[in-house]
């Protein structure tokens, strides 16, 4: 470890992130690789957002080829690659018009924006128990975590939360004085919590009687990352909106709000706006994701790759009954719910030279690549197994 670069941070930093105390050089591929030459094995993507990895050579191609004609413009010009990347961004997402931001937090704050351009302040917008939406005073009405909100407090007026696939509160909750529900199809930061068949038929008939906006926060489950294009895409259901972010701009900052047809004209110009948004940098390194990723057939790798995976988890889990509670997720999105704090297992991993993160205090998150490949997704396995044995003799 480079001492100094970790006493600096305390130096300069104000101290938001207990950061992991390793100093990474440079990334390749899956891997990552610290100063002193370890690779590390990385199921964790920098929160969901490498999606082809590190140094891919098209992005790094796009990225360079664009920033030599101009890195920025400001948004009163249109520029020739968002236009391409938009184009890509609305095919694959179904969805009928866009608004590029910087990030994942700024799409869910666009999305607010608009929701209460058309309904006013008074009528009432849900988001899930355990959902997680960003930290922003709009999207922290809409996080659930108390530990993220409480200092804070208070937050926006009239946002609420329903118990996450508990349909009598949805059903109690839910009327004529709706103006939108937010819903992450598997929460991430929640633990890995899919949104269970019924949960999503109800909202569709509740939407169908009281026509509400109904939002897929998809910035950490979409771009293919669950083995389809997003995640409400395994339920027979669209969405009103669309938000994405993380894997869209290929490791550069990039978020969109997309929506549908009913709502492409409530923003007038002046409603809302960014000066980085829709960077044709970020722009041209996400052009190359959605190329991999829809038209390339990552997407199906992800689908194959991710339910091995899953069947070789639900295996350890038959070994050892007394650690593992449950295996959910799909695709590369999949949660490992220990029955014990994993933060143990987190850093045996780390030791044996793989990044994995806990979410949820139990929750192993395995958010790799989309582009890791079975001989990887072994390893991982092997070293896990080993970690939960060195963790049983404990
Ligand atoms: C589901 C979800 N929504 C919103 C956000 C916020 O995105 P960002 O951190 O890019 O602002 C995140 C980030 O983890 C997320 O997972």
Same mark, same amino acid.
Do not use: W
């Given at each position: 470890? #480079?001492?100094?670069?970790?006493?600096?941070?305390?130096?300069?930093?104000?101290?938001?992130?207990?950061?992991?105390?390793?100093?990474?050089?440079?990334?390749?591929?899956?891997?990552?690789?610290?100063?002193?030459?370890?690779?590390?094995?990385?199921?964790?993507?920098?929160?969901?957002?490498?999606?082809?990895?590190?140094?891919?050579?098209?992005?790094?191609?796009?990225?360079?080829?664009?920033?030599?004609?101009?890195? !920025?413009?400001?948004?009163?010009?249109?520029?020739?690659?968002?236009?391409?990347?938009?184009?890509?961004?609305?095919?694959? *997402?179904?969805?009928? =018009?866009?608004?590029?931001?910087?990030?994942?937090?700024?799409?869910?704050?666009?999305?607010?924006?608009?929701?209460?351009?058309?309904?006013?302040?008074?009528?009432?917008?849900? *988001?899930?128990?355990?959902?997680? !939406?960003?930290?922003?005073?709009?999207?922290? *009405?809409? $996080?659930?975590?108390?530990?993220?909100? $409480?200092?804070?407090?208070?937050?926006?007026? #009239?946002?609420?939360?329903?118990?996450?696939?508990?349909?009598? &509160?949805?059903?109690?909750?839910?009327?004529?004085?709706?103006?939108?529900?937010?819903?992450? @199809?598997?929460?991430? /930061?929640?633990?890995?919590?899919?949104? *269970?068949?019924?949960?999503?038929?109800?909202?569709?008939?509740?939407?169908?009687?009281?026509?509400?906006?109904?939002?897929?926060?998809?910035?950490?489950?979409?771009?293919?990352?669950?083995?389809?294009?997003?995640?409400?895409?395994?339920?027979? @259901?669209?969405?009103?909106?669309?938000?994405?972010?993380?894997?869209?701009?290929?490791?550069?900052?990039?978020?969109?709000?997309?929506?549908?047809?009913?709502?492409?004209?409530? @923003?007038?110009?002046?409603?809302?706006?960014?000066?980085?948004?829709?960077?044709?940098?970020?722009?041209?390194?996400?052009?190359?994701?959605?190329?991999?990723?829809? /038209?390339?057939?990552?997407?199906?790798?992800?689908?194959?790759?991710? &339910?091995?995976?899953?069947?070789?988890?639900?295996?350890?889990?038959?070994?050892?009954?007394?650690?593992?509670?449950?295996?959910?997720?799909?695709?590369?999105?999949?949660?490992?719910?220990?029955?014990?704090?994993?933060? #143990?297992?987190?850093?045996?991993?780390?030791?044996?030279?793989?990044?994995?993160?806990? $979410?949820?205090?139990?929750?192993?998150?395995?958010?790799?690549?989309?582009?890791?490949?079975?001989?990887?997704?072994?390893?991982?396995?092997? #070293?896990?197994?080993?970690?939960?044995?060195?963790?049983?003799? =404990?």
């Amino acid at each position: 470890m #480079n001492t100094d670069l970790f006493i600096k941070e305390k130096e300069y930093f104000i101290h938001t992130y207990n950061r992991i105390p390793i100093d990474l050089a440079y990334g390749e591929g899956v891997h990552l690789i610290d100063r002193k030459g370890n690779r590390y094995l990385d199921f964790f993507s920098g929160l969901g957002v490498n999606a082809l990895g590190y140094s891919h050579p098209l992005i790094v191609k796009a990225v360079s080829d664009q920033i030599s004609k101009f890195g !920025h413009l400001s948004n009163y010009f249109l520029t020739d690659i968002q236009v391409e990347f938009s184009e890509k961004l609305l095919k694959y *997402s179904k969805m009928s =018009k866009v608004f590029l931001s910087n990030s994942g937090t700024e799409a869910v704050e666009a999305a607010i924006k608009l929701i209460r351009k058309k309904f006013g302040p008074d009528k009432k917008i849900f *988001s899930l128990s355990n959902a997680f !939406h960003g930290r922003t005073y709009g999207a922290l *009405s809409l $996080t659930a975590n108390d530990n993220y909100r $409480t200092p804070f407090l208070p937050l926006l007026p #009239n946002i609420h939360q329903i118990a996450f696939n508990n349909i009598q &509160d949805l059903t109690a909750n839910i009327g004529i004085n709706t103006a939108a529900v937010f819903v992450e @199809f598997i929460q991430g /930061e929640g633990g890995i919590n899919m949104v *269970s068949e019924e949960f999503v038929n109800e909202l569709k008939n509740l939407r169908k009687k009281f026509d509400f906006i109904l939002v897929s926060d998809c910035i950490q489950c979409g771009i293919g990352r669950t083995g389809k294009a997003f995640s409400h895409d395994y339920y027979d @259901f669209e969405p009103d909106i669309i938000l994405s972010a993380k894997a869209i701009g290929g490791g550069l900052p990039l978020g969109a709000m997309l929506v549908n047809n009913a709502l492409s004209d409530e @923003f007038a110009p002046g409603d809302h706006g960014t000066t980085f948004g829709g960077n044709p940098v970020s722009c041209a390194a996400g052009n190359v994701v959605l190329s991999e990723v829809f /038209e390339h057939g990552l997407v199906h790798e992800v689908k194959m790759n991710g &339910d091995y995976l899953i069947r070789q988890l639900l295996e350890l889990k038959n070994m050892y009954p007394d650690h593992i509670k449950e295996v959910r997720g799909r695709g590369f999105m999949i949660g490992v719910d220990f029955y014990y704090e994993c933060a #143990n297992i987190v850093t045996k991993l780390r030791d044996r030279k793989i990044f994995a993160n806990c $979410t949820n205090k139990t929750v192993l998150r395995l958010l790799p690549p989309l582009i890791m490949e079975k001989n990887d997704i072994d390893f991982f396995l092997y #070293n896990l197994h080993e970690s939960i044995k060195e963790a049983d003799k =404990k």
